[in-house]
């Protein structure tokens, strides 16, 4: 059982997400011996994106594992490892290479607990990073998060702002289940408040990230920053809208989101990814089931073209949903067009 903090400390400071997640992972490192990490370049190089810079002097080199290039035996070494009592976190640098350690994930962490009655746990964080941005192309920029989403027995985060990060991957560490933490890679240089002393973010709980009245904007991880600054750009408008970010997309805080609905009588929901079979979707028939009769105007959905993301830096972004294309969608529900 997790014991979630009451109340979240006040005093805050600045940093940026890769920060925000270090200290995460350093808290919780000395907290508990049976964490350990794993992952490619994660020791002496800190991690390609850094999260994991000077862990490996404070904590050796057998609690920070550097391993070969090799997802699915190191992903499989870290299921092992979790059912036995430890507390792995795996670091897969892009999640495109998750695909490669689905089966130990899918077939093997997600249902272990139910195939040994509720006897066994797998403690296991798989933090990996998504989403387009710099130019990395069609195998380096998949924004995969329905494939996870719809396996039974995983939980999923998706934190948009350094506070969250911190708060909710400390929790995902103590959990006993297994949890893919999916980082974007547009974040981690990002900065914003992360408040001083220990604190934890249950999953499961969603945060209004704007207040509004006109229409309820529902976003995760980078499609967050862009809600907000076109909120702020249709604010000047007169167009006020509530930007919800759910933070865990299992467990979701189907209540939250439906509360808001119920309020603003209108909801555009804003994914990353393909809109084909995407987890927006599926937020979108909660909506109408729950608050149809709330509803003023049609679910929008704004996603991500159905396509490999493209290398060029104009294509890709092309593919992408942009903040004149949230601004339009509130617009259209609106009928302001």
């Known amino acids: 059982m997790v014991a979630i903090a009451t109340e979240i400390p006040t005093a805050c400071r ?86 490669l350690a689905m089966d130990p994930i899918v077939n093997q962490a997600a249902k272990y607990h139910l195939m040994t009655g509720g006897v066994g746990r797998v403690p296991l964080v798989v933090r990996t990073q998504g989403g387009a941005g710099g130019c990395l192309a069609a195998q380096h920029s998949q924004s995969l998060e329905a494939l996870f989403y719809h396996i039974p027995g995983l939980k999923l985060a998706m934190p948009s702002t350094p506070k969250d990060a911190k708060g909710l991957l400390k929790t995902a560490i103590r959990l006993d289940d297994p949890v893919i933490f999916i980082e974007h890679k547009s974040l981690y240089m990002s900065k914003g408040e992360v408040p001083e002393g220990e604190y934890l973010i249950e999953f499961g709980q969603a945060e209004v990230k704007r207040p509004g009245r006109d229409a309820t904007v529902i976003a995760w991880s980078a499609m967050v920053p862009k809600c907000m600054s076109a909120a702020e750009k249709l604010s000047a408008e007169g167009i006020e809208v509530e930007v919800v970010d759910p933070r865990t997309l299992v467990p979701l805080d189907a209540e939250r989101l439906i509360q808001s609905v119920r309020k603003t009588r209108r909801a555009i929901i804003v994914q990353e990814a393909v809109r ?62």
């Open 14 to 99: 600045v940093m940026m997400y890769r920060e925000a997640l270090n200290e995460a992972l350093r808290e919780e490192m000395r907290r508990d011996p049976k964490v350990f990490l794993l992952g490619e370049g994660i020791a002496q190089r800190g991690g390609s994106y850094k999260v994991t810079e000077g862990l490996l002097e404070e904590f050796g080199p057998e609690r920070v594992l550097d391993t070969p290039i090799a997802e699915a035996s190191f992903t499989g070494a870290a299921v092992g490892a979790a059912m036995t009592g430890m507390r792995p976190v795996v670091e897969i640098l892009f999640i495109d290479f998750a695909l």
């Open 276 to 337: 084909r079979g995407g987890v927006a979707s599926d937020i979108a028939s909660i909506i109408q089931h729950e608050a149809f009769d709330y509803l003023d105007a049609p679910v929008e959905i704004i996603a991500g073209r159905v396509t490999p993301i493209p290398f060029t830096l104009t294509l890709e972004q092309a593919c992408m949903p942009q903040e004149d294309d949230i601004v339009a969608a509130v617009k259209r529900t609106l009928g302001r067009e």
